[in-house]
T-cell receptor, first 111, second 115 residues
């Protein structure tokens, strides 16, 4: 999805925080921002979503820029099990009732 | 139960065969989806069912035929496939529309090989 840009890959050390950025400059005020991840040989897994304010759950935190043109997924302490492809998926209104996956960011975690 | 169950996990079929993929969820979700994922590529949406009615068909060839017999079941009927249709087929469900701030649950997929 050309409207959404993420780094192709990132690398992190185990037990350290990871900040995964996403740019979505054409997002509208009512478009939610979703993050999913896909571990090797598994289906995608929901991580978190938000609209305007920052969000936290047991897996991660989502920091949304004030202008909403970018967001950052934060894994507070990366583990080897967090190695996956992370997809930032804005729910663009023009896409209607569906999630459109972009290329995502491949996260590698080093021990 | 927060699972989406897909069967079979693996399927090998010839180009003249007819087969079906099955997806089941018991979370009371009324939106269900089929995705196709080629190796090292992101999932691509194929079909969306909302309240057991087909609401989105992403211009998928007619050799793929979806069916939603009830609110818990989603099938994908396959007929006369081509080798390039070999992929991981993923099913997902959500309480309401995926892109509107709701969590979608994905199955583990069916790895399809067309020979």
């Amino acid at each position: 999805d050309a409207k959404t840009t993420q780094p192709n890959s990132m690398e992190s050390n185990e037990e350290e925080p990871v900040h995964l950025p996403c740019n979505h400059s054409t997002i509208s005020g009512t478009d939610y921002i979703h993050w999913y991840r896909q571990l090797p040989s598994q289906g995608p897994e929901y991580v978190i979503h938000g609209l305007t304010s920052n969000v936290n759950n047991r897996m991660a935190s989502l920091a949304i820029a004030e202008d909403r043109k970018s967001s950052t997924l934060i894994l507070h302490r990366a583990t080897l099990r967090d190695a996956a492809v992370y997809y930032c998926i804005p729910g663009y209104e023009e896409y209607g009732n569906k999630l459109v996956f972009g290329a995502g960011t491949i996260l590698r975690v080093k021990s | 139960d927060t699972e989406v169950t897909q069967t079979p996990k693996h399927l090998v079929m010839g180009m003249t065969n007819k087969k079906s993929l099955k997806c089941e969820q018991h979370m009371g979700h009324r939106a269900m989806y089929w995705y196709k994922q080629k190796a090292k590529k992101p999932p691509e949406l194929m079909f969306v069912y909302s309240y057991e009615k087909l609401s989105i068909n992403e211009s998928v060839p007619s050799r793929f035929s979806p069916e939603c017999p009830n609110s818990s079941l989603l099938n994908l009927h396959l007929h006369a496939l081509q080798p390039e249709d070999s992929a991981l087929y993923l099913c997902a469900s959500s309480l309401q529309g995926q892109g509107r701030g709701t969590e979608a649950f994905f199955g583990q997929g069916t790895r399809l090989t067309v020979v």
